[in-house]
């Protein structure tokens, strides 16, 4: 048999077929590993956030008409974040918490607040929906630190700034790993932990174990607080906590 003869009946039979498929699939999966950092984790980002928005267009229309009646106006809330190298954007969530104000005008306590609806978005994540935008256009990443407050930027020490790295995430490695219910501290160290060994099957990883999170409710809040504390810097003479937990190479 001839080389053309073999390649013919390798792309005309079945089984030919299926060889070049699995081939094709094992060099696209190779590729995405060894190039994941500098091109396919930005390239799925982009690629799945834009199926995302399109299959759960339907949801978000109803959680906006929804929310737009539960929280009496715009369903929507925004805020300035720092990105990566923190660059600021604007993150876009459902709002969780009313916009109710004290007699002097002050808003009330996120305790108060925070209703009925606002914790079942929480709950269940449906509020991080809309950061989907922001994956898309590039702010944010599937995986990655969260985005915190940009007050927060003057007060990390010279390890915490490396969360700023790479792109925000809509989940990451301190998400699945106690979320708000872990301290500052061991929350950015887990941080650092995922930017130093970030990886497709790292990746994959997070976003099952960000499921089973969201299923199981863990760690919505702090212990102390229905969101979480405020955070005021790390003291220095703090003892850093040793982070045992590795991501999958």
Partial sequence: MTFNDFLHTLTTQWWGIAIICVLALAIWITLSALLYRVFFKRFYDMLLSGIAILCLSPVLLVLIIVGAIKMKGNPFFTQLRPGKNGKIFKLIKFRTMSNEKDENGKLLPDNV????????????????????????????????????????????????????????????????????????????????????????FGDILILIQTVLSVFKKEGISSETSVTMEEFKGTPIEAPVEEIKEELVN
Avoid: C
Avoid at 125 to 151: A, C, T
């Fill in 113 to 200: 607040r925070l209703n009925k609806y606002g914790k079942i978005l929480r709950s269940t994540s449906l509020d991080e929906l809309p950061e989907l935008f922001n994956i898309f256009v590039g702010h944010m990443s599937i995986v990655g630190p969260r985005p915190l407050l940009v007050k927060y930027l003057p007060l990390y020490n010279e390890e915490q700034r490396h969360r700023h790295d790479v792109r925000p995430g809509l989940t990451g490695y301190a998400q699945v790993h106690g979320r708000n219910a872990i301290s500052w501290e061991k929350k950015f160290e887990l941080d650092v932990v995922y930017i130093n060994k970030i990886s497709l």
